[in-house]
Each structure stands twice: as C-alpha cells, then as structure tokens.
C-alpha cells in the first residue's frame, strides 16, 4: 500500500508541474502574440474631408507625424466612410533606396479573413542591371526608377486574384508615390473598405501591418550543385548570408478600430 501511495503521489506532481508548464507556456505565447501585433486599441483618426491621392501631404498638415524606429517610417493610418488610407513619409536616405528596392506592404487582416490578411505592396520597382558605377545624380536617377513603378501588388483579398494589378485599375485602390529633390520619399495610398469586406459599422479591431520589404537576394547562377564523392564541386553558388540591412525587412503592428463619424 504504501508504495501504491508513492506511485500515485508521484503521478499527481508529475500532472501539477505539466499543467503549470502548460499554463505558464500559454501565457508567454499570448504576452509574445498582443506585444507583435500591437499592446492596445486605439481607433482610427478621421481623415480629412478632401483626400487627394497625389504624392503631396499638404491635406494631412502635421498629421503624419507618428515615427516608427524599426522601419524609419513617418506615417499615419486614417478613415473615412468609403476608404482606409496610409500616409507615408521617409527622410532617411538608405531606408529610401530599401523601400525602392522591395516596396511597402500594408496588410489589414481582420477576424475570419486568410491568415495573413489583405496586403497591398507599392512601389514595384522593376529590377535593373547592376551599375558599373554609382550615378552622378542620385536623386534623379531614383526618380526615374521610381517613375517606372506601374504595378500595385495585391494578396489575400477575397475578390481578386493575388498578382499585380495597374496603378490604373478599377477596384478603387489608388497609390501615388514621389521623391523630392533631396530624396525625401512621401506616399499615399487609399484602399476601399469594401474591397476589405469592411464598413465602417464593423467595430471590432482590425490589425494592421505596415512592412517595408527589402530586397529579395538573387538565386544565383544554377551550376549543378550535386555532391561528388562528399564535396561540392567548385564554381558551386551558396546564397549569401547577412548581407545587410538593405536585405533585411522591417515591420510593425497597429491594433485599431474604424473611425465612426460622431
């Protein structure tokens, strides 16, 4: 009897230490989950009544002004009754030529929606030659790469195909961005509510991700690759590791809820 009781006594703390762990591992994963998409709800703030989607932020006066270090990103994230717009703004030369190099993201995922959300990305700027030498001028020469940005990257939304669509396109999506002559980079992007099956009655929260991309590093030359008698034959690519910020995206979340007129 007594070793019974020492059996049962042993399974009983056994079963106290795994629901403790279990316990303590869910509330670090919750903790891990509400700090990555965002510590509180905030709702939205009302955009202004006239929303040009031009490049020029003149309309939002000192409202975009929120700063996220991670991304080097000025930005502020607003409604009206018809859209959700992301104004965007860079001053930063180096997280310039990131945001040139693989565009911005903006995901609004909300509860029931695909697991990663409905995402637009802008610029797409198409890929060029390396150059032999840096250009004379770099702002007009971003400029003239950012001019050929005539794509729009969507995913995850319930009525259109993920792919790119035009600037110029009929599901109200809109994106406009530009660089001054000190290469300050401003950016406007007006997305339709119901394109995101939302109305400005839905009052729950929604999260927001905003992601500046990077750039994709290359494959790399096919040359076989296969081992041989336990090497890797010579000439064979590896795909570099770190390889800079340039290569390295950056992200953040927003927890908000739609701006309802008053």
Not at 52 to 81: M, Q, R
Not at 113 to 122: E, H, I, M, P, Y
Request: charged share 20%.
């Amino acid at each position: 009897n007594l070793q019974s009781n020492r059996f049962i006594l042993i399974q009983m703390l056994s079963r106290q230490r795994i629901a403790w762990a279990f316990i303590i591992a869910s509330g670090l994963a919750t903790t891990t989950y509400a700090q990555k998409k965002g510590d509180q709800v905030q709702e939205n703030p009302a955009a202004p009544n006239e929303v040009l989607i031009d490049g020029n932020l003149t309309e939002w006066g000192s409202s975009v002004s929120e700063y996220n270090e991670d991304t080097k990103l000025f930005y502020h994230v607003s409604n009206d009754n018809e859209n959700i717009y992301l104004t965007v703004r860079s001053e930063d030369k180096a997280n310039v030529s990131k945001i040139l190099a693989g565009g911005i993201s903006f995901t609004v995922k909300t509860e029931g929606r695909k697991k990663d959300g409905a995402s637009v990305t802008f610029p797409i700027v198409p890929r060029q030659r390396p150059q032999a030498a840096a250009p004379k001028d770099l702002v007009k020469f971003n400029q003239q790469r950012l001019a050929s940005a005539k794509e729009i990257r969507v995913t995850g939304f319930k009525t259109l195909i993920d792919g790119g669509i035009s600037i110029q396109n009929e599901y109200g999506i809109k994106t406009v961005a530009t660089l001054d002559t000190s290469n300050n980079f401003t950016y406007e992007l007006a997305v339709p509510l119901k394109a995101l099956d939302l109305t400005v009655a839905y009052s729950q929260p929604i999260l927001i991700n905003i992601r500046v991309n990077g750039l994709t590093p290359p494959a790399g030359p096919n040359m076989g690759g296969r081992m041989i008698g336990g090497m890797r034959p010579m000439g064979t690519y590896r795909r570099p590791t770190n390889l800079g910020p340039l290569y390295e995206a950056s992200e953040f979340w927003l927890n908000r809820t739609l701006y309802k007129a008053k």
